[in-house]
């Protein structure tokens, strides 16, 4: 998957070619997901007729596959929904560079997971992993039955508002029911976020309490919400996207060691492609249900290449050789995390599913180890760690002089 920001055959197209014919021509023939985003990353865009606005607000996100350029950006994002287990994507840049508009315009691209028919939230693979106590006796009596106790139905995009409070985060006393006198807790948004991905804008401005919230959630999967005599705990297994601006403050290093991918989204830089998104952001701020139209065939190839990819996944082998490679570039950048391989690997493994194969290559570390193994290392911890191990030769002579 060889970075091309603006492949050959993919300048942008004149406005008198038809829409149809160019949309024809990028959906026939894609071989995989990878093959999709590196034809339309410069696709050109044909300015729709302006119609009749119907006066009725409706939120209609930027198509992802519209966004110009930004390669590492929008392939960070595709991995993490086709591989959670590598952590998620941090995107790091300054303002108007298209972080939050990427990240919403994955609405559409969304893959499918199962969904939950139970109050309790049972799913199949409760039973897998615990057996039939693993879920409720309502969902044992339908499973023994024959009847299921979860669909598949697409995944959402929760979004955490920077002004949300504790009580909105994890969830709390459910206000209706103690007007009647009862106790019940209320879901929250990390409860809501399982099976999701949930984007948290300005990362870094989020209150101490609100990250450490989101830490416990993400690191174990779940978390447990206590009210008085009342207590839940609550399925929190959601694909962790953040967006900042380093310039508006600093992200705690126990967050950013939570997120698997980052990537530094910088601005374009050509005038050519500056001038095709100003085109694009226009066609789409006069309409966008036509702007989101001109997309449609290559963002239903990309949904369906997603959930293959899913799929396939499970099948996906990390050779010992090709493990051997990633391991020795982590070791000399002296990284110690090791998260570090875990995201470097995973990451690579949905590298190698995006493009429809079973076996990862070297070739495939070289394209996600920038995005895995970036701002991983800590200078307080080199230098505190190099004056330790003064130290301790110190002690070790003094020792040695004793004997």
Known sequence: MAENPLPEADKPISPLESTEESTTEVAVGVRSLKELIDRVMGKGFHVPEVQEDSGIAEVIPFPFLAIVNQYEMKMALLLALINPAMGGVLLIGPRGTGKTTAVRGLLDLLPLVPKSLCYYGCLPEDIETMGIDGVCPDCARKY????PIAVMDQARLIELPLNARLEDVIGGIDE?????????????????????VLYVDEVNLLGDDIVDALLDAAAQGSYTVRRGPVSATYRSRFIL?????????RLRPQIQDRFGLRVIVKGLEKDDERLEAYRRVNAYLSNPRATVAQYRVETEIAREEIQLAREVLPKVELPDEVAKVGLKWINELGIDSLRAEITLFEAARAYAAADSRLMVQVED??????????????????????EQEKEQIQLRAIMERTE
């Open 241 to 249: 996207i953040g967006s900042m601006n380093p310039e508006e403050g």
């Open 365 to 386: 570390l070289k394209q996600v180890a920038p995005m895995a193994l970036r701002l991983r290392k800590s200078s307080f911890m080199t230098d505190y760690l190099s």
């Open 144 to 147: 023994a039955e024959g009847k």
């Open 176 to 196: 209706r029911a103690a007007l009647h006198h009862r106790l019940r807790l209320q879901r929250g948004i990390l409860a809501q976020a399982d099976r999701n």
